[in-house]
Structures are given as structure tokens and as C-alpha cells.
């Protein structure tokens, strides 16, 4: 189960559009008409519009310049279609399991593709591994609560409030937006590492993209985040909608603030009106891919 790399509707031109600074990237996006946060006003078709990488002058001059309305409009146009984009991956899969699973409790024969997918997706979500064939109904049922969405509008409430708005020297650097730590692989080191935690790293990336994957499958299977599983399992069955407002809820061991941070994101979802982008989703329109070039290309080669 690989990190996919950006795409859109099959048949669909994939377009590049090179920016050279912050400010140049907001004017292309003027230019495209594209309004990637419409869906605060209503407008729940979003654009295939995807970024490639945080943008290094992000955090200095360019964010200054920039009132706090228009940098939280921005950072919205940056990560709100690459989290739909990821959404939409997972639903795929989760669709596919799905099916499979309601056929081997129905006592159909599955085929050899649908078994090695089984198999995979089951190892690649830490619920079985090898090549067990996963004909235990609770093993299935931990694979649903698995391979399942996160609501978008709980996604960019953490990347906010991880990120600094995208502006912390671990986003700049290395597209970490979620403040996830690391051990033996690559990561940045922070200046002032905690005592008694180890050697630890905060996990970088190439892509935002890769960021919000990384989140997204941290949440769907370690162990700190079984309520908020649960939680999304049980409106699930209910029929109930999941929204990133409930969800935050479960989420006091994301960080050593406990239920002060869950306070801080539900006050991020509502203050930002975040609510509807959890209704939102990507349109059949092209692909649209933000490419930097000059000093930003500097950036993406130096790591």
C-alpha cells in the first residue's frame, strides 16, 4: 500500500502551473478562478487544485504582509482539495473491502486479486499479517473501523493548530503539518528535544500530500486513537453523520494538553466555520497542479 502520487478523474488534463513566490501563487490562483474554500459559503464542489509543497517564504516576509483572513484563506487553498484528495483514496479502498468482506460472509468464493487485496490492506492497517485470509468476522469488523475517512474539517483544524498555520519551521522544511514524531527515520530534529523522550524527530515529507497520508493512517491504527474509531464506527452504524466537531472530542492523546486541545480545535472548526467542508468533495474538473519553481525549486532540491 503505497503513497499514491497526485491524480484526478481518469481522462481528465492534468494542468501545471508554476509560481515563483507566495504572492504569485495567490494571483495564480485568482487567475484560475478557482475557489478551493467556497464551501464555507455553500459551494461543497471543490477544485482539483493540489499543491506540491509548502512554500519556504511562507513563514517570513510573505505571511506578514498578509492579513490573518487572507493567510487562513490561503491555508485553506493549500491542504482543503489534498485532503478531499486522500479522503477520496481511503473511501476507495474502504468501498472495495467492503464489498469483499460482505461477499465472503454472503458464502461467495472471492477471487485470487480480491484475496491479495484482502491480505494487504489488512497488513497495511496493522489488523492482520502475512497472508491470513481474514475470515474472522472481528478481524473484518477492525479492518471497517480501520480503512475509513477523516471528516476534512477536523483535518485542517490539527494542521492549523500543528503547523502554526503552515508557518512552523517543521512545515516549511519538511511538510510536517501534524507534529508527528519519529525515531529511526527521516525527520527534523527539534531545537529543543523534550528529556527522557529519546532521540526523537519530527517526521518530514516530500509532499504535503505524503503529510496528510501519514496523519490520516496515524489516526486510522495506532493505538492512542482506538476512541476515535469507535466513536466514528458507531455513528456508522447509526446512520449518523461524522463530523470532525465529534471527533475532536477523542483526541485528548494527541497531545500532553489533553482536553485543552480538543477545546482549542472545536473552537478552530467553529470560529473558521469549518463545519461544511465536511459535506464538501472534489469536482470531475481537471487536475490542477501547483509547481514551485526559482527559490522555492531551491527549497524542494535542498532535502
Known sequence: ??????????????????????????????????????????????????????????????????????????????????????????????????????????????????????????????????????????????????????????????????SGWGTSRFAVEGNALFGMWTWGGEGITPLKQRPGLGNYKIASYETPLQSIIAYMHNLNTHRAYKKLRTRRAKLRKAGAKVTGWDLASTLTKYSERGQSYVDSLRALIKVNMLQPFDDAYLGNGPTILLIPVGDEANKMASR
Not at 506540491?52 to 487572507?70: F, G, M
Not at 489534498?82 to 473511501?91: K, V
Open 1 to 162: 500500500m503505497t503513497s499514491p502520487a497526485l491524480g484526478g478523474v481518469a481522462g481528465q488534463h492534468v494542468m501545471r502551473v508554476e509560481y515563483s513566490s507566495g504572492s504569485q501563487l495567490e494571483q495564480s490562483i485568482k487567475n484560475l478562478n478557482c475557489k478551493p474554500d467556497g464551501w464555507q459559503a455553500g459551494i461543497l464542489e471543490v477544485p482539483r487544485l493540489y499543491i506540491t509543497d509548502i512554500p519556504s517564504r511562507w513563514s517570513d516576509k510573505s505571511v506578514k504582509e498578509l492579513d490573518v483572513i487572507t493567510k487562513k484563506r490561503i491555508f485553506f487553498r493549500f491542504l482543503g482539495p489534498l485532503i478531499l484528495y486522500c479522503n477520496e483514496l481511503i473511501q476507495t479502498n474502504r468501498d472495495r473491502a467492503l464489498s469483499i468482506i460482505e461477499a465472503l460472509r454472503a458464502g461467495a468464493v472471492i477471487s485470487h486479486q480480491d484475496q491479495i487485496f484482502l491480505c494487504e490492506i489488512a497488513e497495511a492497517y496493522k489488523v492482520a499479517q502475512g497472508k491470513a485470509e481474514l475470515k474472522d468476522h472481528s478481524l473484518q469488523d477492525k479492518l471497517l473501523r480501520r480503512v475509513d475517512t477523516v471528516p476534512p474539517s477536523l483535518v485542517l483544524a490539527q494542521a492549523a493548530e500543528e
